[in-house]
């Protein structure tokens, strides 16, 4: 079945640096959303992308799907601490119609 | 409006023991679903359900089991609980208009299995 891993599973920053999660999917897909975790929280929805090499931002964070369609990126700029949290990207394969499959997610610990 | 209402929050049980996870939504959606969240495996798509009395297996269905009377209500049944399945457990629920609309979740229920 589709596997989505995320890398790293754990990263640290020192606040005010850059963090990026990468996302790769062993099929491709047909749209990636990212959503982001706060510790004891639960996942909200940040994104969709859905276009072959799109790339949208919010404010510091910068989402990218892959040419191929089977990776993304999220790019954060200059971390916050306010930027803690675990984010999950979540794919559906091309005909996959109802079934969403989540990636590993990134732990992002941001160090005052 | 609530969004998704999940209840308990906190579960303890001993294994060999029944419960219902509870989830509500009052956003009229018509799809709804339940995740397990454990350490470094993601969310894992448990059961889901595109319309009352319409319901699917996902990738780990074993030991659950879900119904859909409702639109609102779509409770997780789990039969003879196992230690295996401690986890946190998310709902949550999406518009049915299309398939690609983003989900709504619950704050999740953590259970413990003795």
């Known amino acids: 079945g589709q596997q989505v891993m995320q890398i790293p599973q754990y990263q640290h920053v020192q606040e005010g640096e850059d963090f990026t999660t990468y996302c790769n999917s062993s099929?491709?897909?047909?749209?990636i959303q990212w959503y982001k975790q706060r510790p004891g929280g639960h996942p909200v929805f940040l994104i969709q992308?859905?276009?072959?090499?799109e790339v949208k931002k919010q404010k510091r964070l910068t989402f990218q799907f892959g040419e191929a369609k089977k990776n993304s990126s999220l790019h954060i700029t200059a971390t916050q601490t306010t930027d803690v949290g675990t984010y999950f990207c979540?794919?559906?394969?091309?005909?996959?119609?109802?079934?969403?499959?989540f990636g590993t997610g990134t732990k992002l610990q941001v160090i005052p | 409006n609530a969004g998704v209402t999940q209840t308990p929050k906190f579960q303890v049980l001993k294994t060999g023991q029944s419960m219902t996870l509870q989830c509500a939504q009052d956003?009229?959606?018509?799809?709804m679903s339940w995740y397990r969240q454990d350490p470094g495996m993601g969310l894992r798509l448990i059961h889901y359900?595109?319309?009352?009395?319409?319901?699917d297996q996902g990738e780990v269905p074993n030991g659950y089991n879900v119904s859909r009377s409702t639109t609102e209500d779509f409770p997780l049944r789990l039969l003879s609980a196992a230690p295996s399945q401690t986890s946190v457990y998310f709902c949550?629920?999406?518009?049915?208009?299309?398939?690609?609309?983003?989900?709504?979740f619950g704050d999740g229920t953590r259970l413990s299995i003795l």
């Open positions: 979540a794919g559906r394969s091309p005909g996959g119609y109802q079934k969403v499959t």
């Open positions: 359900s595109v319309g009352a009395g319409i319901t």
């Open positions: 949550a629920s999406r518009t049915g208009q299309g398939f690609d609309q983003p989900q709504h």
């Open positions: 099929t491709t897909l047909s749209n």
């Open positions: 992308l859905v276009k072959s090499g």
């Open positions: 956003m009229n959606h018509e799809y």
